[in-house]
C-alpha cells in the first residue's frame, strides 16, 4: 500500500493576505509549515480552471483549487497532495479526478485529516485523457512544446484556451519523454492567472492571453513526427523509439542525435506548424454497412492525420504486430493474401486493379496481411485479418491464469456468448478474420456448448491470437478487439510466447477456486506477468485487470458467489461493477485468497468478478470427458463488459467510472 499526505490550504482576505494551513494529515508540524513556504507561491498563482504538479526531487506535490466566486483571489480552499515522487508522479497526478463541488467539511477539534491510500483514489480512466491528447488541438500546441523542450528550454509558458486541453497537451508531452527515457523532473501549471515561481528541471504553464509559440527552427521536424506519431499509434512509436535505441541513452544529447538521425532537419528549415488537413477514408464494417473511419478511433471526425514515423506525409495506418511487436508503418500498403485450403498455404491475392465495387469487396472478404517481420525475432510467417489496421490501434486482451484454472472454458463461453449477449448492452460485433473465428467456433464453442465435451487447454509454444473481432457500442466507432489465451506454463516463464504483454490493453486474471487455501503464495503467473508489467513501466495506468473467481458454481452455496451468481441487470452500470468487486475481494481476502487480488492493487483500472464457464458441477475428468449435467454458463460476459468499458470501447461517464 503506498500512501500520501493531504494538506487544505484556507485562500488569503485578498492578493496579498496570508495564506494558512486549515489541516493537515502531516505528523510532524515543521513538514507543514516546510510545505507551506514551498508550495505559498503555486497557490497564489494558480486557479480553480486548472491543477499544479510540482516535482521536487524525492518529494512532489499536486495543488487543486476549490472554486468560490466571493473570493478576492477566486478560490477558498487549495487542496495539497504530497509525498513521495515514485508515487506521486506527474501521470498520476493528471489522472486524479477534479475537486467535487463542495469539498467534505473539515475535521473538527483540530483533528488532522487522514492519509491518503493511493490504492483508494479515484483515478479518471488515462483512455480518456490519452484520446484527447492525441486530438487535433492538442497535437497543434504539442508541436511546439515538444521542440523547446527538446531544444533544453526549462520554462515554457503555453496559451490557455479550453478547459482540460491543457492537462491534455501535459499528458502527451510526459508521455512521450517517457518514451524517449528523459530523466529531466517536469512540472506543470494548466493554469496560470498568477505569476509562476521556480522549481528544478522542466515547467511547462498555461496562461491565458499567452501567444501561441513558434516551433523552435532546430527541432520542428523531429517534434512534429513525434507529436504526430504518439497520436496515431502510441505503442508503435515506443516500439520504434526503443528499435532507434533512443530511451536507452542516459545523455540528453545522444538522444537527441539519435532522434535526428530518424526525422532529419531538412537544409533549408520547414514552413511553421499548421492544423493538419484531414484524411478520411470509407470502410467496409460488415456486410451491407459502410462506415466512414479516421486515423484514430478516439478522434472525431475532424481528426488530423499523423505522420509515419519514417517521416514524410503519412501514407496509412501504423500497426504494431501482437505476435512479434514489429511496428508496420503503412498497413494499408501491404499486399492480401489468402488462404488456400487445398495446399494449406497462404498465398498472395492478386486483384486487377481496375477492379472495384461489390466485386472488389467480394474477393477481398477473409483475406490477410503478412506481417513483414524484418528482424525475424519471430522466425515463422505470421499473417494478421485484413481490416486489424484499418479501424485504429486494436484493443489487445490476453487470459492470464495457471494451468487447469479454466481459461480456456471461459475465454471459449465468453466467445460462445458474445454476439447475442453483447447486444443487452447495445454493442454489436463481427468476427475480424470468419475463416478463424469459423475454426475456433468447430474446434471450442461447438464442442463445448453443444455437445458438453470438456475443452483440452491451450497448446504450450502457440504464438497467435484466438480470435479477433470488431466491436461497436451503439452508432460508435468500431474498435477491433483481440483475444490471446497463451499456455499456463508459457506465463509463468520470463520468455516465450507472451509479446503480446508488452502492448496488452487489459487483462483478464482467472482464480481457480480449487487452488485456494492450498497455502496462500497465490499464482505464479499472476505474479510472473505483473512482475514483466512492472519492468516494462506499464502499470498502474496502461493495463486494466479484471479478476475473475472462476468454476464459481463449485462454490454455489457460499455468500456472496450464489447472489452474484443469479444476479446481474444486463446494464452497464458502474455501482453494480463496483459492488461485485466490493463483495468479491471480500471473499478472497477472508478465504486467505489475498494473494489473487494483487492485480486489483497494481493496476489503475480494475474489477472483480464471479463466473461460471459450465455453471454445472464437476469437471468431467473420468467420466468420458463429457460435463454430464450439461453446459449453462453464467456472467461470462460480466468481465467483458467491464473490460470493454476500461479500455475504453464503451464511452460515456457511465464507462469512465467502471473499475475505479
Not at 499526505?5 to 507543514?32: F, H, T, V
Not at 483475406?367 to 505470421?382: G, I, L, Q, T, V
Not at 509479446?499 to 505464479?524: C, E, M, S
Request: charged share 20%; with cysteine.
Amino acid at each position: 500500500m503506498s500512501t500520501l499526505d493531504q494538506i487544505i490550504y484556507r485562500a488569503p482576505s485578498g492578493a496579498r493576505g496570508i495564506i494558512l494551513q486549515a489541516a493537515a494529515s502531516l505528523e510532524d508540524p515543521g513538514s507543514g509549515d516546510l510545505w507551506l513556504r514551498r508550495l505559498d507561491p503555486w497557490l497564489r498563482a494558480g486557479g480553480p480552471l486548472g491543477r499544479c504538479y510540482l516535482s521536487f526531487g524525492p518529494q512532489a506535490a499536486l495543488v487543486r483549487w476549490h472554486d468560490n466566486t466571493t473570493s478576492g483571489i477566486a478560490w477558498q480552499f487549495a487542496h495539497a497532495v504530497v509525498g513521495s515522487s515514485a508515487v506521486l508522479t506527474g501521470s498520476y497526478a493528471l489522472l486524479v479526478r477534479e475537486l467535487p463541488a463542495k469539498l467534505p467539511g473539515l475535521p473538527p477539534d483540530d483533528r488532522p485529516l487522514q492519509v491518503v491510500d493511493t490504492d483508494h483514489v479515484q483515478l479518471s480512466h488515462p483512455g480518456a485523457i490519452g484520446a484527447r491528447s492525441r486530438s487535433k488541438e492538442a497535437i497543434s500546441l504539442l508541436v511546439p512544446l515538444l521542440g523547446h523542450v527538446l531544444a533544453g528550454d526549462q520554462r515554457v509558458t503555453m496559451p490557455w484556451t479550453e478547459w482540460s486541453l491543457p492537462e491534455a497537451v501535459v499528458w502527451g508531452l510526459v508521455s512521450i519523454v517517457d518514451m524517449l527515457g528523459g530523466t529531466r523532473p517536469v512540472s506543470f501549471l494548466t493554469y496560470a492567472p498568477g505569476q509562476a515561481a521556480d522549481v528544478s528541471g522542466l515547467l511547462v504553464s498555461f496562461r491565458s492571453g499567452a501567444a501561441v509559440l513558434p516551433p523552435d527552427p532546430g527541432f520542428e521536424t523531429v517534434a512534429r513526427n513525434l507529436a504526430t506519431s504518439y497520436a496515431d499509434n502510441p505503442a508503435g512509436l515506443r516500439q520504434a523509439l526503443r528499435q532507434h535505441g533512443v530511451p536507452g541513452e542516459t545523455d540528453h544529447a545522444r538522444r537527441i542525435a539519435r532522434l535526428l538521425g530518424m526525422w532529419p532537419q531538412p537544409a533549408g528549415g520547414e514552413p511553421p506548424v499548421t492544423a493538419p488537413t484531414v484524411i478520411t477514408k470509407t470502410v467496409t464494417a460488415h456486410p451491407g454497412s459502410p462506415a466512414t473511419v479516421n486515423a484514430h478511433p478516439d478522434e472525431p471526425a475532424t481528426a488530423a492525420p499523423p505522420t509515419s514515423v519514417n517521416g514524410g506525409s503519412r501514407r496509412g495506418n501504423q500497426v504494431t504486430c501482437p505476435i512479434c511487436l514489429t511496428l508496420i508503418n503503412d498497413w494499408d500498403a501491404l499486399p492480401r493474401w489468402q488462404w488456400d485450403r487445398a495446399r494449406e498455404v497462404y498465398t498472395e491475392l492478386r486483384i486487377p486493379a481496375d477492379v472495384t465495387g461489390p466485386l472488389r469487396t467480394n474477393l477481398e472478404r477473409g483475406s490477410a496481411k503478412r506481417c513483414p517481420n524484418p528482424y525475424k525475432f519471430n522466425p515463422m510467417d505470421h499473417y494478421l485479418p485484413a481490416d486489424y489496421g484499418s479501424f485504429g490501434p486494436p484493443v489487445v486482451l490476453g487470459f492470464v491464469g495457471l494451468t487447469k484454472s479454466g481459461k480456456t472454458h471461459l475465454l471459449t463461453a465468453m466467445i460462445g456468448a458474445m454476439r447475442a449477449g453483447l447486444r443487452q448492452y447495445g454493442i454489436d460485433c463481427w468476427a475480424l478474420d470468419r475463416s478463424l473465428h469459423h475454426q475456433f467456433l468447430e474446434n471450442r464453442v461447438r464442442p463445448l456448448l453443444n455437445d458438453n465435451k470438456v475443452l483440452l487447454g491451450t497448446q504450450e509454444g502457440i504464438v497467435t491470437f484466438t480470435d479477433a473481432f470488431l466491436m461497436q457500442p451503439g452508432k460508435g466507432q468500431p474498435r477491433p478487439v483481440v483475444l490471446f489465451d497463451v499456455a499456463g506454463g508459457e506465463l509463468t516463464g520470463v520468455t516465450g510466447t507472451k509479446k503480446f504483454l508488452d502492448i496488452a490493453d487489459g487483462l483478464f486474471f482467472i482464480v481457480d477456486p480449487t487452488q485456494i487455501g492450498t497455502g496462500g503464495i497465490g499464482d505464479d503467473t499472476f505474479d510472473n506477468v505483473l512482475d514483466l508489467l512492472r519492468g516494462a513501466n506499464r502499470l498502474p495506468g496502461h493495463v486494466a485487470a479484471a479478476i475473475v473467481l472462476n468454476k464459481s458454481d463449485l462454490l454455489r452455496f457460499e455468500d456472496p458467489v450464489t447472489r452474484w451468481l443469479r444476479s446481474g441487470t444486463g446494464a452497464l452500470d458502474a455501482a453494480e461493477f463496483l459492488s461485485e468487486s466490493r463483495d468479491v475481494y471480500a471473499y478472497l481476502q477472508d478465504k486467505g485468497a489475498a494473494p489473487w487480488t494483487l492485480p486489483y492493487e497494481a493496476c489503475a483500472k480494475a474489477t472483480l468478478h464471479v463466473a461460471s464457464p459450465t455453471g454445472g458441477v464437476g469437471q468431467g475428468e473420468g467420466q468420458g470427458g463429457v460435463f454430464p449435467r450439461g453446459v449453462t454458463p453464467r456472467r461470462v460476459l460480466r468481465p467483458l463488459v467491464a473490460m470493454l468499458a476500461m479500455t475504453g470501447v464503451l464511452t460515456g461517464p457511465e464507462a469512465e467510472k467502471v473499475g475505479i
